[in-house]
C-alpha cells in the first residue's frame, strides 16, 4: 500500500472543508454583487450560514495545523455548533420562509382563487420573520460561547434555541392559517356562484 489510511482520511477531510469553504466564498461572494435594493430574510439566513461555514472551516484547519488549538478538547464541538445550527439550520430557516409563502400561493391558485390568492409576501409577516432570524443568530452566538463557558451559558442557550424554533414554528403555522382562510373564501365563493 503506496499510501496510508491516515494520509487518505486527511486528504479527502481537507478536500471536505475545502470545499465547503469554496462554496460559502462563492455564495457571499454572488450575494455582495446582487442587483436586489434590500435584503430579505432568506438572504440573511443564508450570509449568516455561511459566515458559520467559514469559521467551522477555518477552525477545523486551524486544529490541524496549530497543535495547541488542536488539543483543545472542544474544537469539534465548536465546528459542530457552527455547521449544523449556525450553518444548516439557518439555511433550512431561510428555505422555509421562502417555501411555504410559495406553496400557499401556488395551492390558492390552483383552487381556482385566482383574484383570491395573496402576494407571498403578504403570507407570513416580514418583521416576524426578520425578528425570529435575529433570535435565530442570538442562540446561535450564545451556543458558540457555551462551548467556552457551559456552566453560565448552556441554559441562556438552550432557553434561545427554544424561543427562536417556537417563533419558527408560530410564523409558519401563520403561513398556514392565511392557506386555510383563503381557501375557505374560494370555497365559499365557487358554492356560491
Given at each position: 500500500v503506496l499510501v496510508g489510511l491516515d494520509t487518505v482520511y486527511i486528504v479527502a477531510a481537507l478536500a471536505m472543508v475545502?470545499?465547503?469553504?469554496?462554496?460559502?466564498?462563492?455564495?457571499?461572494?454572488?450575494?455582495?454583487?446582487?442587483?436586489?435594493?434590500?435584503?430579505?430574510?432568506?438572504?440573511?439566513?443564508?450570509?449568516?450560514?455561511?459566515?458559520?461555514?467559514?469559521?467551522?472551516?477555518?477552525?477545523?484547519?486551524?486544529?490541524?495545523?496549530i497543535p495547541v488549538a488542536g488539543d483543545w478538547v472542544g474544537w469539534p464541538i465548536l465546528c459542530g455548533v457552527l455547521l449544523m445550527f449556525g450553518g444548516f439550520v439557518s439555511v433550512i430557516t431561510g428555505m422555509l420562509y421562502k417555501i411555504v409563502p410559495f406553496l400557499v400561493w401556488l395551492h390558492l391558485q390552483n383552487l381556482g382563487g385566482v383574484r383570491m390568492a395573496p402576494n407571498m409576501k403578504k403570507v407570513i409577516d416580514e418583521r416576524n420573520m426578520h425578528y425570529q432570524m435575529l433570535t435565530h443568530f442570538v442562540a446561535v452566538i450564545l451556543l458558540t460561547a457555551a462551548v467556552f463557558l457551559p456552566a453560565e451559558l448552556a441554559v441562556p442557550a438552550g432557553i434561545a434555541v427554544m424561543v427562536s424554533q417556537a417563533w419558527l414554528g408560530w410564523n409558519l403555522w401563520s403561513g398556514v392559517r392565511v392557506f386555510c382562510d383563503h381557501r375557505e373564501r374560494i370555497v365559499k365563493k365557487s358554492v356560491n356562484s
Amino acid at each position: 500500500v503506496l499510501v496510508g489510511l491516515d494520509t487518505v482520511y486527511i486528504v479527502a477531510a481537507l478536500a471536505m472543508v475545502g470545499l465547503a469553504g469554496l462554496f460559502a466564498g462563492i455564495t457571499l461572494a454572488l450575494q455582495r454583487r446582487s442587483k436586489r435594493p434590500r435584503f430579505d430574510t432568506n438572504q440573511y439566513c443564508w450570509r449568516g450560514a455561511m459566515a458559520c461555514v467559514l469559521a467551522a472551516a477555518a477552525i477545523w484547519l486551524g486544529a490541524m495545523v496549530i497543535p495547541v488549538a488542536g488539543d483543545w478538547v472542544g474544537w469539534p464541538i465548536l465546528c459542530g455548533v457552527l455547521l449544523m445550527f449556525g450553518g444548516f439550520v439557518s439555511v433550512i430557516t431561510g428555505m422555509l420562509y421562502k417555501i411555504v409563502p410559495f406553496l400557499v400561493w401556488l395551492h390558492l391558485q390552483n383552487l381556482g382563487g385566482v383574484r383570491m390568492a395573496p402576494n407571498m409576501k403578504k403570507v407570513i409577516d416580514e418583521r416576524n420573520m426578520h425578528y425570529q432570524m435575529l433570535t435565530h443568530f442570538v442562540a446561535v452566538i450564545l451556543l458558540t460561547a457555551a462551548v467556552f463557558l457551559p456552566a453560565e451559558l448552556a441554559v441562556p442557550a438552550g432557553i434561545a434555541v427554544m424561543v427562536s424554533q417556537a417563533w419558527l414554528g408560530w410564523n409558519l403555522w401563520s403561513g398556514v392559517r392565511v392557506f386555510c382562510d383563503h381557501r375557505e373564501r374560494i370555497v365559499k365563493k365557487s358554492v356560491n356562484s
